[in-house]
T-cell receptor, first 118, second 115 residues
Framework: AQKVTQAQTEISVVEKEDVTLDCVYE???????LFWYKQPPSGELVFLIR??????QNEISGRYSWNFQKSTSSFNFTITASQVVDSAVYFC???????????????FGQGTILTVHP | DAGVTQSPTHLIKTRGQQVTLRCSPK?????VSWYQQALGQGPQFIFQ???????QRGNFPDRFSGHQFPNYSSELNVNALLLGDSALYLC??????????????FGPGTRLTVT
């Protein structure tokens, strides 16, 4: 069965520090998708990024970057020069293809609470 | 273009009661999934509706049921409420994606408190 583990429960940093959120996943499927979502206090899940299992190219988007490594089943997320507005709960999630029968069902990690202090 | 909407925003119920939560999917989407997010936890998949049928289901008891209407909107019903049902209930909509991928768009959620 699929599983997502976010070992960091809470992270606290001072503004302008870089911060990396860790995510480790388990799946038997060879085709799957990995996501990072942000959940601010309002509660709505905000999509940040999606990665396909066959695309290990890492990406930088503004202050955000992602490091996907299939060899270690990890999909880590880094915020560079953090800001107070980055304070939120961040979730890593996995969606298996399951031969086309998963229909996008998401398995989430427990979440990491990020607090950025001014 | 309206995103996913959910109603009500907040709800307080008593143990043993029944509750109905509602969700309208993003325009153009035909699939609705429901997730339960207990305090301090990640969302857990409840079930998914497509073409007015439950297509797949997570590990939730039969007290949790749903419905999808011809306009693709959906309801989540929970019977015989327990204190442990207190959670944020999130609705996500999607449609068939290229290469089998279904991008989920989430609503703001309904906060259910059971007393």
């Amino acid at each position: 069965a699929q599983k997502v583990t976010q070992a960091q429960t809470e992270i606290s940093v001072v503004e302008k520090e870089d911060v990396t959120l860790d995510c480790v996943y388990e799946t038997r499927d060879t085709t799957y998708y990995l996501f990072w979502y942000k959940q601010p206090p309002s509660g709505e899940l905000v999509f940040l990024i999606r990665r396909n299992s066959f695309d290990e190219q890492n990406e930088i988007s503004g202050r955000y970057s992602w490091n996907f490594q299939k060899s270690t089943s990890s999909f880590n997320f880094t915020i560079t020069a953090s800001q107070v507005v980055d304070s939120a709960v961040y979730f890593c999630a996995l969606s298996e293809d399951a031969g086309g029968t998963s229909y996008g069902k998401l398995t989430f990690g427990q979440g990491t609470i990020l607090t950025v202090h001014p | 273009d309206a995103g996913v909407t959910q109603s009500p925003t907040h709800l307080i119920k008593t143990r043993g009661q029944q509750v109905t939560l509602r969700c309208s999917p993003k325009s153009g989407h035909d699939t609705v999934s429901w997730y339960q997010q207990a305090l301090g936890q990640g969302p857990q998949f409840i079930f998914q509706y497509y073409e007015e049928e439950e297509r797949q289901r997570g590990n939730f008891p039969d007290r949790f049921s749903g419905h999808q209407f011809p306009n693709y909107s959906s309801e989540l019903n929970v019977n015989a409420l327990l204190l442990g049902d207190s959670a944020l209930y999130l609705c996500a909509s999607s449609s068939d994606g290229t290469g089998g991928y279904y991008e989920q768009y989430f609503g703001p959620g309904t906060r259910l408190t059971v007393t």
